[in-house]
């Protein structure tokens, strides 16, 4: 009898059980209301590249209400964790009309950047300096981008542009969001010229021409705080293509330990391993034929010795880092 009621009990807790979770799997983690975000409008700000890009909550953002009172300015990060900004269209109901000045700059933690379909401006200075900055998706709201909007942005190499606004490759129009471009697309149908591995290294393909722009895997970031270290030992190619080290590839990493460079790679771009100083050791697996030069195009320059692990570093991370590193072939 008593084994009889335990196994009753048993099958009611059960029962419960099951009730209780399927319940919970029935309730939006996250509703509109409860984010603050609104429609991205028109297919874009909240796409990039074809892909739907998830809107960064707005408790990870500050807002200014503007003065007619009907619409908002951006004014920056609450978060600096976040990496791929997704600007939502609408704030407490309101639209979003404006970047504010220097809103983002120095954010240089932020990968990515797409814009909601409400703003119309991006103010002057709004992203300066976001050296980790890769790929921008700006809306065909926008009618005026601010001066030095993106200046030094120098791995901001892909540019989805849906506004009526001209932005080339290397021009510094507009804010000079085209300036490093490599890419500059007029439709999010457009493939992206930026690649993820599986294991996080982001690769810039155009044509033949391959460059390794940035590390995003797991463990590993520039907001990292508690790390035990991160050694890489990098691709030996992408998809059966050489490629070089672009500028600012690991830009104030400091969490990078050491680095080994494959054979493969012949170039390494100024500032590619700047500031990252917990760096000790980096090996080449080719050490013949490398030289220093001021320059992107130069064809010689002033012969290095490669040998030593622990030299490298601190030559890339502090004697050295302004330079272009290559090597003869």
């Known amino acids: 009898m008593k084994k009889s009621i335990f196994r009753l009990w048993i099958v009611l807790l059960l029962c419960a059980l099951c009730l209780a979770l399927f319940c919970a799997c029935g309730d939006d983690a996250t509703t509109p209301e409860q984010s603050g975000s609104g429609t991205t409008g028109g297919g874009t700000g909240g796409e990039t590249g074809g892909e739907t890009q998830e809107e960064t909550p707005v408790s990870k953002l500050s807002f200014e209400l503007n003065e007619d009172g009907q619409s908002y300015t951006v004014t920056g990060l609450t978060d600096t964790t976040v990496t791929n900004l997704v600007i939502p269209a609408t704030y407490q109901g309101l639209p979003i009309t404006s970047i504010g000045r220097s809103a983002f700059s120095y954010c240089t933690g932020l990968t990515s950047v797409t814009i909601g379909n409400s703003v119309t401006s991006i103010g002057n200075y709004a992203f300066y300096d976001c050296t980790g900055l890769t790929s921008i998706s700006i809306p065909n709201s926008v009618t005026s981008i601010g001066y030095g909007a993106f200046l030094d942005c120098y791995k901001l190499v892909e540019v989805y542009n849906l506004s009526s606004l001209t932005v080339t490759a290397g021009s510094s129009d507009n804010g000079c969001v085209g300036y490093y471009a490599k890419a500059v697309h007029t439709s999010l149908e457009e493939e992206s010229i930026l690649h993820t591995t599986a294991d996080g290294y982001v690769f810039c393909v155009v044509g033949e021409e391959v460059w390794l722009v940035d590390y995003t895997g797991t463990g590993t970031g520039i907001w990292l705080v508690d790390y035990t270290g991160t050694a890489l030992t990098l691709p030996k190619n992408y998809d059966g293509k050489a490629y070089d080290i672009y500028q600012y590839a690991f830009y104030n990493r400091f969490d990078l330990t050491s680095i080994t460079i494959p054979n493969s790679v ?64």
């Open 266 to 329: 012949t170039s390494i771009g100024e500032y590619a391993f700047a500031y990252c100083t917990g760096l000790t050791s980096v090996t080449f697996a080719n050490t013949s034929g490398w030289y220093r030069a001021s320059s992107s195009t130069a064809t010689s320059g002033t012969s290095m010795d490669v040998t030593d692990a622990s030299t490298n570093a601190t030559n890339l991370v502090s004697n050295y880092y302004s330079y272009y590193w290559k090597r003869n072939v």
